[in-house]
Each structure stands twice: as C-alpha cells, then as structure tokens.
C-alpha cells in the first residue's frame, strides 16, 4: 500500500479524513456513545459496559485521545474520560459544512440510476 500524499489535499480535508478514520471502528462509536450517555466515565466502566478486553479498550482510547475528541485525567490508578466540548463542536461543524455542500436535485436517483 503506497503512502498517502496529505500534501496535496487542505488542512481542512486531512482533518476529516483523520477525524473519520479514527471514528471508523464500531469499538470507538460505542465509546463515544457511552461518554456522551455519562458525560465521563472511568476506563474501568468501558470494560463492563463494552465487554472487550481493558488492552483493546485502552487503545481505543488512544486513538480517539490523539484527534482531540476526548480528553482524560488521571486519579490515582483510574483514568477518567469525557468528551472534549471544544473539539466535539470543531467536528461537529466540519461534518456539517461537508454535508451541506451537498443539494439534492432531484429525488431520482435509486433504482434505476437515472440521477447520473
């Protein structure tokens, strides 16, 4: 597999791409549905709450801790982690604007391939 020339694309378009390849694991959708459910939670409680192994969880974590999305603190041997508000609303608004560049034209497309 070749390298991907980031270079040749905007700081905006390697930003979602960066924020969706990191949201593109069913494992770190659940993790953020669950801290945006408990608005924080202790990494313990993904374990339960999840059912995979604290390692995988762990680098799940990670993952969505290197975008920004979450942020954590840690408390003795616990580690705690909630959504990062600010972050949260920066994709959320890059997400929107790259949806609603799009207009529908017309509602024929679908069966029959007409729309193209």
């Known amino acids: 597999m070749g390298v991907t020339r980031t270079d ?40 339960q709450e999840l059912g995979l192994a604290q390692a995988t969880i762990s680098q799940h974590l990670r993952e969505l801790k ?17 959504i990062c508000p600010e972050k949260w609303l920066s994709i959320q608004q890059q997400f929107n604007q790259l949806f609603g560049q799009y207009t529908l034209v017309s509602s024929a497309c679908g069966d029959d391939d007409s729309c193209c």
Do not use: M, W
């Not at 930003?15 to 202790?42: G, M, W």
């Not at 290197?66 to 909630?82: D, H, L």
């Open 8 to 47: 040749l694309f905007s700081e905006a378009q390697n930003e979602i791409a960066s924020v969706a390849k990191a949201l593109a694991h069913p494992a770190r959708i659940a993790i953020i549905q669950y801290l945006l459910k408990t608005n924080s939670c202790i990494n313990g409680d993904l374990v």
């Open 66 to 82: 290197e975008i920004g999305i979450i942020q954590g603190t840690i408390e003795g041997v616990r580690v705690n982690y909630c």
